[in-house]
Every structure is written in structure tokens, then in C-alpha cells.
């Protein structure tokens, strides 16, 4: 199976990287020097037979100086390794991260239009559609604009300005919002360095919010050469950081999106295609009488959705009790166990541990996972990304004539176990701002 790695018709030197999982288990790995993360990451996906959708990631994580990224796809891992010099504690991360390249599937959700104009032909006036085209066109002159924190060379203080991004570099406006080239006047450029989140911007910095980034010189240096900034909110951040990683990068980034997709229909056409079925091609159907109906009413839609699902969950069978071994399915009361195998249910984390963990695999619409409630010890919490925040939504059981149900909208919609709970909303936003789109697992090497 190909890899991408070098054909072994040829010389090169190998070297040993070491990789950690969030757990803080590590592989060590004897790679080629030229190695890029992507190969990398393709070699953990083979090795622990992960699904590979596009969203693995390796992370470079510097916590002397609070820093990590993600590493783009085609860097070289010991080209990043080389730069680290004497920080020993620095490492790499194997990680998921469904942000990764979603910005060229939803522009909107990373570029706000209050944040970014486009000085063209078009007047400043451009399709949606085209928002990334911009930024990839060497011809169309997109930026960013808006006010961050900046930190002041060799101060604690933090100061409130204008900035405006643009291809040559970021600038700043000594007067107001002026964007007046007199006005506007050079900060730093981006070309030699690479973009990183602050991980502990208010503890090490005294950063005024906890959306802190910064932009950090190739060469090997401390804190010292490190331009610091920090957002008012998520949404700011990620359209700052990803623009800047677009006009770094530009088609590189495309094709790196674009690579593995390509890959994958070459291959399938010398093997059998996956399954693939699309949420939007799911129809409710009436089979009751003797032809076969769709149902478009929403409600009733619903109504038979949850019915269906209550009578699939009593007449199926077996499940595994906490022990793993099959037990016939009660209609008295849920099954408690059975969603502890599951890899979006992690127990009894905290709500911080939950935003964490949410967060390290990206801000984006239906990134989830259910753990175990701290306040009620008979109740569970959907702790759910939309709109680049977290939301968390207590799951509590109800009885009636003697059976228990799981719920989150107050009785209105329930479920026998939390797997159906799951899978419902998976296909149905019901009372969630969107639908359950990606689980939130614990990765292991």
C-alpha cells in the first residue's frame, strides 16, 4: 500500500521521531529525513486502522513559550524539529482536527464579512461563493481588517488597535480605522514564520482574553521575537489565523485538501467503492399500506422517526451489559452500559476537560461527545460545538408506568439508551442549534 513515502529504490538517511497521543503515550518512529506530516500521519492511520477522512493532523506543541499549530500537511517534520534548538520539552502530537481544511468547504463560517473586503474591480463587493478564489488569486487583493490586542516590544502591557492583513504583511493605522497608506504603517511580516494559537496566553502573557495568537520568526529564538496578539472572541481569531495561513501557503494549502481526494478516485476505480450513503438523500417512508409513501410533513416525519426508533431498540435484542457479554434488552428501563464502549461517551471528564478536548479537534458546526454529569449523578451532558462555542446540554431520564426514557428537550423527544439518543440526532437537528456531525475521541497510538 502506498504511502507517499520515498520508493526504496532510493538512498536516503532515516531518523527517529518520537510522536505523542493526547494521553500523553508516545511512538517512537524511524521515518526518511525528508518526511513530510502528512506521511506521518498516514503511517499512525494505517498502523491503528483509523478511518482516514482527511481530518489527521500532526501538531507542534512549544510550551516554554505557550505556543502550537498545526503542522501544514507538506512541511518537512524535521525541518520543524530543526527549529525547536535547545527546547527539549517541545513535541510532536498525533491529532484529529475537523477544522483543518473546512474553510474551503464553508468560507462563511471562518470569514466573517464584517472582517474581510476585497480591493478589486468588484469594489470590495464579491460572491461568497468566491471568498477563497480571492485569497488563492495572486491577481485579487483580499484582507483582513478589525482591531486586536497587541503586545508591546519588551512591555506587559497590552494595546487595543487597527489592524489591516494583506498579502505583503500585517499593518497597523495610527489614526482610528484610517486605511489611508499614510496612515497605515508595517507591524510584521509573515513569509519567514508561522502562525501559532497562545495556549497559555493569560498565565504567561497576560493576554486580556483567551483568544491570543501570534506570529513567530522560523529562526530559533524565544519570546523575545514573538509578535503577540489577542482577539475580543473565536470567531476573530480563526479568521486572522486562517487568513494568514492561506496567504502564506495559498494553493499549496488547496492541494493539500484536494491530494487525497484525487487519490482516492484513482484507487476506487481498481477496487470495490465504500458504501457512502448522504444524510441529504434520507427520505422518511410510510410502509404501512400496501405501497410504500414519503412522508413530508416534518412532524410526522419526526413523530415516526422516534416511534421507529423505540420499537427497533425493544424488538433488537442484544446488547452488552457493563461486564461486555450480551443481555437481552429490557423494556423497563434503559441499558446503562452500552454507550460506555462507545467513542463519543467519555465518563465522568469535566466540562473544562470537554471544551478542551472539543477544541483540539476543532471549532466547527457538530463536533461532539456525551460524558457523565458532575451536578446530577443520574443525568448525562451533550457538550456540542456550533458557531465556534461550546454548548452544553444536560441529558436527563424520565419515568413513566415504569419504564425510563433518556431526553434532552424536557420528555417531548425520548430514547431507550443513549446510542439511539446519538444516532437520532446524528440524522435530525431537532432542538440543537445543528446536528451531531462528529464524535470527539480520545486517539491512541
Known amino acids: 500500500m502506498s504511502m507517499g513515502l520515498l520508493p526504496l529504490c532510493k538512498s536516503f538517511t532515516t531518523v527517529v521521531i518520537k510522536v505523542y497521543s493526547e494521553d500523553d503515550t508516545s511512538k517512537a518512529l524511524e521515518v526518511p529525513n525528508d518526511i513530510i506530516a502528512q506521511d506521518v500521519c498516514q ?14 493532523t500532526l501538531l507542534e506543541h512549544l510550551p516554554l513559550i505557550g505556543l502550537e499549530r498545526i503542522i501544514e500537511d507538506h512541511e518537512l517534520v524535521i525541518e520543524v524539529q530543526s527549529r525547536w534548538g535547545m ?20 468560507p462563511l463560517q471562518f470569514f466573517p464579512e464584517h472582517m474581510v473586503s476585497v480591493s478589486s474591480e468588484t469594489n470590495g463587493i464579491i460572491m461568497h461563493s468566491q471568498l477563497i478564489q480571492t485569497f488563492l488569486n495572486s491577481s485579487t487583493c483580499p484582507e483582513v481588517h478589525g482591531y486586536l490586542y497587541a503586545k508591546e516590544q519588551g512591555k506587559k502591557s497590552w494595546k487595543k488597535i487597527y489592524f489591516v492583513l494583506r498579502r505583503s504583511g500585517l499593518y497597523f493605522s495610527t489614526k482610528g480605522t484610517s486605511k489611508e497608506p499614510r496612515h497605515l504603517q508595517f ?4 513569509s519567514d514564520g508561522e502562525v501559532y494559537m497562545l495556549i497559555t496566553g493569560k498565565k504567561m502573557y497576560g493576554a486580556p482574553s483567551s483568544y491570543g495568537f501570534c506570529i513567530k520568526p522560523n529562526k530559533s529564538g524565544g519570546a523575545r521575537d514573538l509578535k503577540l496578539f489577542c482577539a475580543d472572541d473565536e470567531e476573530s481569531r480563526t479568521c486572522w489565523v486562517t487568513a494568514i495561513r492561506l496567504f ?6 488547496y ?18 467503492p465504500m458504501r457512502s450513503v448522504s444524510e441529504n438523500s434520507l427520505v422518511a417512508m410510510d410502509f404501512s399500506g400496501h405501497k410504500g409513501r414519503v412522508i413530508e410533513n416534518p412532524t410526522e416525519a419526526l413523530s415516526v422517526a422516534v416511534e421507529e426508533g423505540l420499537a427497533w431498540r425493544r424488538k433488537s ?3 452488552l451489559n457493563a461486564h461486555g457479554s450480551p443481555t437481552a434488552s429490557q423494556s423497563t428501563a434503559p441499558n446503562i452500559a452500552i454507550h460506555r464502549s462507545q467513542p463519543w461517551f467519555h465518563h465522568k471528564i469535566t466540562r473544562e476537560e470537554a471544551q478542551r478536548l472539543i477544541a483540539q479537534q476543532g471549532l466547527i458546526d457538530g463536533v461532539f461527545l456525551l460524558r457523565d ?3 446530577n449523578p443520574k443525568a448525562f451532558v451533550l457538550s456540542l460545538s456550533h458557531g465556534q462555542k461550546i454548548k452544553h446540554i444536560q441529558i436527563v431520564t424520565l419515568e413513566e408506568n415504569g419504564e425510563l426514557f433518556f431526553t434532552l428537550d424536557d420528555g417531548h423527544t425520548r430514547f431507550t439508551d ?21 464524535h470527539c475521541g480520545r486517539i491512541t497510538l
Open 87 to 106: 527546547e527539549t520539552d517541545s513535541r510532536l502530537y498525533f491529532r484529529k482536527n475537523y477544522a483543518k481544511y473546512e474553510f474551503f468547504k464553508n
Open 248 to 253: 502564506k501557503y495559498g494553493v499549496q494549502l
Open 373 to 375: 454529569s458532575q451536578s
Open 317 to 319: 435484542c442484544l446488547r
Open 43 to 56: 503511517l499512525f492511520v494505517l498502523k491503528n486502522h483509523y478511518i482516514d477522512d482527511h481530518c489527521w
Open 187 to 190: 507591524f510584521s511580516e509573515f
Open 418 to 438: 443513549l446510542i439511539q439518543l446519538v444516532e437520532f440526532y446524528q440524522l435530525n437537528k431537532g432542538v440543537l442549534p445543528c446536528k451531531l456531525k462528529h
Open 255 to 272: 492541494q493539500n485538501y484536494i491530494s487525497p481526494h484525487q487519490s482516492r478516485s484513482i484507487s476506487s476505480q481498481n477496487a470495490s
